[in-house]
């Protein structure tokens, strides 16, 4: 809307249209909502813009000083309150990745607090990281939703497919399997997911299928984790062909 209805009347407007239009663009390729000094850098491109005047009135200035004053207890107030919340968060959810297990008075307090930080892509991708498997079923698929909506990537994708395969929903595990390794084509973990979701399932065309898929795809960086994958593939495809010279 600012585009089309602000009016460049010099460099500075020019300069100010030009910067939005890039931020613009360069979010349809990444995620500067997640960095906050671009979150800022974007509010104040707005801010900045001349709008169009609607009405003009005159204040004190004993006024101006109350108002800027309130305003500035208000921000100062609000800030402290959520460094707050973060940090509490932030050391308790530490404190269980440190002890990999989570007791009930921790419980309770991140339930109590979740309201306010689920919002936060940073809090919520650590806590979504965080001894999910202590948690109650319901619970760990509203966490990883969230954390999906506000910060999608690869690896919670895969966590949420990990979900539905544990509740036998195997073509919900299938598509966020398939998503996440539409995310990272070169990461083997999705397809590897997936390969053994089609054995869990009893499709062994589809797991010769991906196994053979799998062995092709390009890796950028091949770790131990990564052979072990390619082992395992290659012992059930040289099984399956056995069976098949053998029938």
């Known amino acids: 809307y600012a585009l089309f209805s602000y009016k460049e009347k010099n460099n500075t407007d020019h300069c100010l249209k030009s910067v939005l239009i890039t931020f613009l663009v360069f979010s349809f390729f990444s995620y500067p909502s997640e960095v906050f000094p671009l979150e800022i850098l974007f509010i104040s491109i707005i801010g900045m813009m001349k709008s169009k005047t609607i009405k003009t009135f005159t204040i004190s200035n004993s006024t101006k000083y109350i108002i800027r004053s309130i ?14 919340i973060y940090h509490k968060t932030f050391t308790t ?15 309770s307090q991140l339930s109590q607090l979740y309201p306010l930080f689920r919002y936060n892509s940073q809090l919520m991708y650590i806590y979504s990281k965080s001894s999910l498997e202590d948690y109650p079923l319901n619970t760990k698929l509203q966490i990883l939703q969230t954390a999906a909506r506000i910060a999608p990537n690869s690896e919670l994708y895969i966590k949420l497919g990990d979900f539905w395969k544990q509740k036998k929903d195997f073509p919900q595990a299938e598509a966020y399997y398939q998503t996440a390794a539409a995310m990272i084509p070169h990461h083997i973990t999705p ?11 009893g499709n062994i065309n589809a797991a010769t299928n991906m196994g053979n898929y799998l062995l092709k795809q390009p890796i950028k960086k091949k770790g131990t984790k990564a052979l072990r994958m390619e082992a395992e593939v290659l012992e059930f495809l040289h099984k399956e062909k056995n069976i098949k010279r053998t029938q």
């Not at 921000?75 to 402290?80: A, P």
């Not at 959810?93 to 921790?106: F, G, L």
């Not at 397809?191 to 399932?201: A, H, T």
């Open 71 to 84: 305003a500035f207890i208000f921000i100062v107030c609000i800030s402290i309150g959520s460094y707050h």
């Open 93 to 107: 959810i530490i404190r269980i990745v440190d002890k990999n297990k989570i007791s009930e008075d921790t419980y």
């Open 191 to 201: 397809s590897y997911k997936l390969f053994q979701l089609y054995i869990e399932e």
